[in-house]
T-cell receptor, first 115, second 109 residues
Framework: GAGVSQSPSNKVTEKGKDVELRCDPISGHTALYWYRQSLGQGLEFLIYFQGNSAPDKSGLPSDRFSAERTGGSVSTLTIQRTQQEDSAVYLC?????????????FGPGTRLTVT | GQQLNQSPQSMFIQEGEDVSMNCTSSSIFNTWLWYKQDPGEGPVLLIALYKAGELTSNGRLTAQFGITRKDSFLNISASIPSDVGIYFCAGHSNYQLIWGAGTKLIIKP
């Protein structure tokens, strides 16, 4: 079946502009995660959605970052007033989050460059 | 907060050599996962471990869930050029995966 998809694959924006990044999780997966990965670095957790529960926003680095998940499926990560330090690859992952597995499946990421 | 220590940070090996990397934590995890990330791609799940002491293989890859539940290792036997990439360990606690910083595998020609 289809995996996690993300769009756009690349985004170049000017400092101060707002950007929206989209994630389509695997159908039926109840959990959705956003991560940020700077060049050559590990994964930085941003936000987690599980079903209809309130999202865990503890990883968002500032109030310029927000995310929504509509209808328990598609998610949008919004970065307002982008800064150069926001440049990174933004990865989305989904998980079935059953009692038996916590495996996360990743999309290809969106490479964001803030000029 | 919980942290994972993954080592080594990078490895330079000859094709055909065996590779070993590990992750340790001061906290107990219920699940250990190993991922590989190729350039320009998202991480791909290699092996999932759910029981302390569990030893699981996937082709040339073997991973173990430490008996103390605080560590895990990944071995790659007879490395080949397509093994290059960054390998991440991740431990599951509550509803989050805690990630290691990655081990970059480079194969010398």
């Amino acid at each position: 079946g289809a995996g996690v998809s993300q769009s756009p694959s690349n985004k170049v924006t000017e400092k101060g502009k707002d950007v929206e990044l989209r994630c389509d999780p695997i159908s039926g997966h109840t959990a959705l995660y956003w991560y940020r990965q700077s060049l050559g670095q590990g994964l930085e957790f941003l936000i987690y959605f599980q079903g209809n529960s309130a999202p865990d926003k503890s990883g968002l680095p500032s109030d310029r970052f927000s995310a929504e998940r509509t209808g328990g499926s598609v998610s949008t990560l919004t970065i307002q007033r982008t800064q150069q330090e926001d440049s990174a690859v933004y990865l989305c992952a989904s998980s079935p989050e059953s009692a038996y597995t916590y495996e996360q499946y990743f999309g290809p990421g969106t490479r964001l460059t803030v000029t | 907060g919980q942290q994972l220590n993954q080592s080594p940070q990078s490895m330079f090996i000859q094709e055909g050599e065996d590779v070993s990397m590990n992750c340790t934590s001061s906290s107990i995890f219920n699940t250990w996962l190993w991922y590989k990330q190729d350039p320009g791609e998202g991480p791909v799940l290699l092996i999932a471990l759910y029981k302390a002491g569990e030893l699981t293989s996937n082709g040339r890859l073997t991973a173990q869930f430490g008996i103390t539940r605080k560590d895990s290792f990944l071995n790659i036997s007879a490395s080949i050029p397509s093994d290059v990439g960054i390998y991440f360990c991740a431990g599951h606690s509550n509803y989050q995966l805690i990630w290691g910083a990655g081990t970059k595998l480079i194969i010398k020609p």
